[in-house]
């Protein structure tokens, strides 16, 4: 896999002639994009178990106060809760998503690395096998928009994860190669996109239900 992911980056950066970054740029939309599908409803998934966990808030709360004293009897009798109600106390859809991204990430790592070391400047940088810092800050301009528009069941913002998502970002992304900025920014800019189309379709169907 490795490979031919090496020999698209190869074939682009020849349409381009030879610059290695749009190549980057074009190969990390193309995969982004292709995960896309997946990733959306993986995150309506995650959005519809997060209204259900809401929506029984009140009965987990009422059974809390009532199992106190009682810990493990407690938390059997929310489970079982949930479990009536199709929600879920550990959101998997997350987890999945995450699975799902990890090996292509690793691969187009790989990949990237060895494609931008020794490369030249691309835009305003001067060369992609060191950081960038206006890259970087594009990325988390990006990661914070994400974050911050992210529809949730709480209906607003959480400000902590907000800081929390940029701080990550921010710490991973300050000694990478702008070769593997590049990717970044595209994943975050289609992760921007996916969280605008998870909004609108949010604001529809709150609009239907007024109805």
Not at 108 to 135: C, E, H, Q, R, V
Request: charged fraction near 10%; charge should be positive.
């Amino acid at each position: 896999m490795n490979d031919i992911l090496a020999s698209s980056m190869s074939h682009l950066a020849m349409l381009f002639d030879g610059n290695m970054g749009w190549a980057i740029l074009v190969l990390a939309l193309s995969v982004r994009l292709a995960l896309l599908p997946l990733t959306l409803r993986l995150s309506r998934k995650m959005l519809s178990n997060q209204q259900k966990i809401k929506a029984l808030q009140a009965q987990a709360d009422a059974i809390k106060e009532r199992l106190a004293a009682k810990p493990a009897e407690m938390f059997a009798a929310i489970s079982a809760l949930y479990k009536a109600n199709g929600a879920h106390v550990i959101d998997r859809s997350s987890f999945i998503g995450l699975l799902v991204q990890l090996p292509v990430f690793g691969l187009l790592y790989k990949a990237i690395s060895n494609a931008s070391s020794g490369t030249g400047p691309f835009l305003w940088m001067k060369s992609l096998a060191t950081p960038d810092a206006a890259l970087t800050a594009i990325v988390l301009l990006l990661t914070a928009i994400s974050a911050y528009y992210f529809p949730s069941a709480a209906g607003g913002p959480a400000m902590f994860m907000v800081v929390v998502q940029v701080l990550v970002t921010a710490f991973i992304l300050w000694k990478l190669s702008a070769g593997l900025g590049l990717y970044w920014v595209a994943s975050a800019a289609v992760g921007a996109v996916q969280t605008f189309v998870l909004r609108h379709e949010r604001r529809r169907m709150a609009a239907a239900a007024a109805l």
